[in-house]
T-cell receptor, first 108, second 117 residues
């Protein structure tokens, strides 16, 4: 079993829909990260959180430490949100342990 | 542009050849990480540096792989005697550090895509 599990693996939505991506982890963590990867490989950090909730624009990330679960929400989705969204947890040495990613496609 | 650069962006080589990749992190960042990503998978940790010291290596880093960060600035990752299984995207990331027992935000380079024929 992977240490970081994401669901769903693939997600297709219509423009304007509310989107949720889930992440569960099985290891102790110092922080959880949500990242975005566009075709071509570039990875951008969206959030780093260790408790509660963070919001940036249309993106919201939540974490429940007791349940070892985090969610990434996108409100009013747009085709430019199409990307792979990756959940990662901070290991004991500062390296990241990644999930396999959720491929999101938002149709106009 | 995150401020982290990698060179080359693409490398095609024949099996058995040696290849070297370079990563230039954000200048004030102490930590530098190397990851590898194969198609359809999330990145996997290879190794990391705190300034010039290589502090941890994953078991994925066979003895054909070596990484250096000689002056605590740029880093190189060399793969000797490449194999087809080495084909992947090699990603570099940098961060200010590991502050208060917590991972810091990591800034990723664009990656080097290696194809071994």
């Amino acid at each position: 079993k992977n240490e970081v599990e994401q669901s769903p693996q693939n997600l297709t939505a219509q423009e304007g829909e509310f989107i949720t991506i889930n992440c569960s982890y099985s290891v102790g963590i110092s922080a959880l990260h949500w990242l975005q990867q566009h075709p071509g490989g570039g990875i951008v950090s969206l959030f780093m959180l260790s408790s509660g909730k963070k919001k940036h624009g249309r993106l919201i990330a939540t974490i429940n430490i007791q349940e070892k679960h985090s969610s990434l929400h996108i409100t009013a989705s747009h085709p430019r949100d199409s990307a792979v969204y990756i959940c990662a947890v901070g290991g004991s040495q500062g390296n990241l342990i990644f999930g396999k990613g959720t491929k999101l496609s938002v149709k106009p | 542009d995150t401020g982290v650069s990698q060179d080359p962006r693409h490398k095609i080589t024949k099996r058995g050849q040696n290849v070297t990749f370079r990563c230039d992190p954000i200048s004030e960042h102490n930590r530098l990480y190397w990851y590898r990503q194969t198609l359809g998978q999330g990145p996997e940790f290879l190794t990391y540096f705190q300034n010039e010291a290589q502090l941890e290596k994953s078991r994925l880093l066979s003895d054909r792989f070596s990484a250096e960060r000689p002056k605590g600035s740029f880093s190189t990752l060399e793969i000797q005697r490449t194999e087809q299984g080495d084909s992947a995207m090699y990603l570099c990331a940098s961060s200010l550090g590991f502050v208060g027992g917590r991972t810091d935000t990591q800034y990723f380079g664009p990656g080097t895509r290696l194809t071994v024929l």
